[in-house]
């Protein structure tokens, strides 16, 4: 006996089958793109176009991450720093230096020079700067110790685990805000006690809950 469904039937299964099968696709580019080397894996170091040194100039010479990252501590983005920030200083500096060349071709042509992202999330996954610099989380918890990195590279995993660790004990990685972009700054005792009492003048409760990070 032969089946047979109506027009409408039809095409309420076509698209169910359309539905399962893109959210298998979906599914299974999420779980590829989640374990990418660029958001799981510490040690992750792509070659940059210019071999910028934070060793140099973020530890050597002391320049704070804010002059670079402009707006860590009021969005929610670090910010790459334009070129004008680099010919601040090296329209005079090192003028002629050949490694630099990509920088002076990007000022004469306006064209952004083309630096790799270090730390990426998921598109999935929504991360503010400022809420957590704003309140005592440094550069440092993330980053790891990046005044001393010649070439920057991932040293935490940034899975959700990892952040759902911190989310539940800020303690231990708060400081006192004038202090977030000091990376080599340590607390005389107990950093979690210390951490416990940032929490309580500031009312930190960092969400557990899906919506925290994926909106």
Same mark, same amino acid.
Request: hydrophobic residues 35%; charged residues 10%.
């Given at each position: 006996m032969e089946l047979k469904f109506s027009k409408k039937s039809d095409r309420i299964?076509?698209? $169910?089958?359309?539905v399962i099968?893109?959210? $298998?696709?979906?599914?299974?580019?999420?779980?590829?793109?989640?374990?990418?080397?660029?958001t799981l894996e510490?040690?992750?170091?792509?070659?940059?176009?210019v071999p910028y040194s934070h060793k140099l100039h973020a530890g050597n010479m002391g320049m704070d991450c804010t002059y670079c990252h402009t707006s860590v501590l009021k969005a929610a983005y670090a910010s790459i720093p334009p070129t004008q920030t680099c010919m601040n200083c090296h329209s005079k500096v090192k003028a002629k230096s050949v490694?630099?060349?990509?920088?002076?071709?990007?000022?004469?042509?306006?064209?952004?020079v083309p630096w790799v992202k270090v730390h990426r999330l998921p598109d999935y996954v929504y991360f503010n700067h400022s809420s957590h610099t704003s309140v005592g989380v440094s550069c440092v918890t993330c980053h790891g110790r990046i005044d001393q990195m010649v070439e920057v590279k991932q040293v935490?995993?940034?899975?959700?685990?990892?952040?759902?660790?911190?989310?539940?004990?800020?303690?231990? /990685?708060?400081?006192?805000?004038?202090f977030v972009t000091k990376l080599d700054w340590k607390p005389d005792g107990d950093p979690a006690v210390l951490g416990r009492e940032i929490i309580a003048k500031k009312g930190i409760n960092p969400p557990? /809950?899906?919506s925290g990070c994926h909106r």
């Open positions: 299964l076509k698209t $169910v089958g359309l099968a893109l959210s $298998v696709i979906g599914g299974a580019s999420t779980l590829y793109y989640a374990t990418l080397p660029t510490p040690g992750y170091q792509p070659k940059q176009p490694v630099l060349e990509p920088v002076r071709a990007s000022w004469e042509s306006g064209e952004s935490q995993t940034l899975a959700m685990s990892w952040c759902l660790e911190c989310h539940r004990n800020p303690a231990p /990685n708060l400081r006192p805000v004038q557990v /809950n899906c």
